[in-house]
């Protein structure tokens, strides 16, 4: 395409005859008012799965707000919050199984929950402790830790994809990034692989609009994301975001085409990122508030919860009771989150090396005859870490 819009023609001599087509869809569903648009899927009908992943919704929105009333006194180093994604991560929650892998970034907070993460333990992450992303051990998955480096677990995806293939497994790794990850040379790298070996592996691209202040707009030239599947020779296509009807149907497909060994696929879900990108940012300086407030008539859950109610699966009381529950569980993992005990300083050098250079060791070495003698005049509280973090915390507003 031109800068204009145009499809760019470059002028040529002799005889030119077109050697490849393609095409990007869009699946969508559900219109946000939660009116059905053409033929819907099985799933539509299916009340009970539909509730499931509406609450799964509604707990991680809850679930946000607290987290960010922790950060906001002090009781969290940061967080990055779901709002207005909470369908990417419930759907995939929902399609994945267990002996699947998901590398996942820090907004996928509902298929985690799903996956046997306790939240707890993601508040434990944010609150500056490792332990909280130790998904290895006694989860019965073998997902990974968040990843905070912009795209660097693409290749990863293909990595563990690759394994699969070799040992014959009918298992899929499902990678998540945000839009502006696509511009990463990890991306492409993975992705060219992925296609060329025909792994297992979906990448599922959350295009939330903003990669932090820079518009999607200023990230790519391409029109859609989706199309950077094909150059690495692999399916692309969009599918809406916060239509979590659509958005199960789509992934299922790719998982589905993954385990069977047909390859890799990629999906652009288009969605909007309704509060900032982290607690550490403010999107006012940047985003026009007009913009926001349009994207809020598009949210997830205002569209699945009227489409369950028009077909009287939700009601009043429904929405209250769920509210009631979600608030009282959400509460119960800050509880458990605040009585883990804090661990030493010293151990900040544990599973860097096998075996730890000279210089880590002094360091390490010197942080424990610090404490030993702090403790010999009572400092011993003032060097470790404190994540008995106590009462209060503001505590967000029960309402999703």
Not at 21 to 40: A, H, K, Y
Not at 146 to 172: D, L, N, T, W, Y
Not at 293 to 305: D, H, K, N, S, T
Not at 309 to 321: N, V
Request: aromatic letters at 6%; one cysteine or more.
């Amino acid at each position: 395409m031109d800068s204009d819009g145009k499809a760019h023609r470059p002028e040529t001599a002799g005889a030119t005859e077109s050697v490849a087509r393609f095409e990007i869809r869009l699946t969508r569903c559900l219109n946000p008012d939660g009116t059905p648009c053409g033929e819907l899927p099985p799933l539509a009908r299916d009340a009970e799965a539909l509730r499931a992943l509406y609450r799964a919704m509604v707990w991680v929105r809850m679930f946000d707000r607290r987290a960010i009333a922790l950060q906001r006194t002090g009781q969290l180093g940061t967080y990055g919050a779901s709002l207005g994604q909470e369908a990417v991560s419930a759907a995939l929650g929902c399609v994945m199984r267990p002996e699947d892998v998901l590398l996942p970034t820090y907004r996928e907070y509902a298929a985690q929950f799903q996956r046997g993460v306790d939240p707890a333990d993601i508040l434990l992450y944010w609150g500056g402790d490792e332990r909280g992303m130790a998904f290895a051990q006694g989860r019965g998955v073998q997902d990974f830790p968040i990843c905070i480096p912009v795209a660097s677990h693409v290749p990863h995806a293909a990595g563990v994809a690759f394994a699969f293939k070799q040992r014959r497994e009918p298992r899929v790794a499902v990678c998540v990034l945000g839009d502006g990850g696509t511009s990463k040379g990890d991306f492409y790298e993975a992705l060219n692989v992925a296609g060329a070996w025909r792994l297992p592996l979906v990448v599922l691209v959350n295009n939330n609009q903003w990669a932090i202040s820079v518009p999607r707009a200023a990230q790519s030239a391409a029109q859609t994301l989706a199309q950077k599947a094909i150059a690495a020779g692999i399916p692309g296509e969009q599918v809406d975001g916060n239509d979590v009807i659509a958005l199960c149907t789509v992934l299922e497909r790719a998982l589905a085409r993954a385990r069977s060994g047909a390859g890799a696929s990629l999906i652009e879900a288009l969605t909007y990122r309704l509060g900032d990108h982290t607690t550490a940012d403010d999107a006012s300086r940047y985003r026009d508030e007009a913009e926001v407030q349009a994207a809020w008539q598009r949210e997830p859950l205002r569209r699945l919860r009227a489409w369950l109610a028009a077909q009287g699966g939700w009601d009043e009381a429904r929405e209250k009771q769920l509210l009631a529950d979600c608030e009282a569980e959400v509460e119960a993992a800050v509880k458990r989150y605040e009585t883990v005990a804090p661990r030493t300083p010293a151990t900040m050098f544990e599973h860097l090396y096998a075996e730890l250079p000279a210089a880590y060791r002094a360091q390490r070495d010197a942080l424990e005859v610090g404490a030993s003698s702090s403790s010999l005049t009572g400092e011993t509280d003032a060097l470790a870490p404190s994540l008995s973090m106590g009462e209060g915390g503001g505590g967000g507003e029960p309402t999703p």
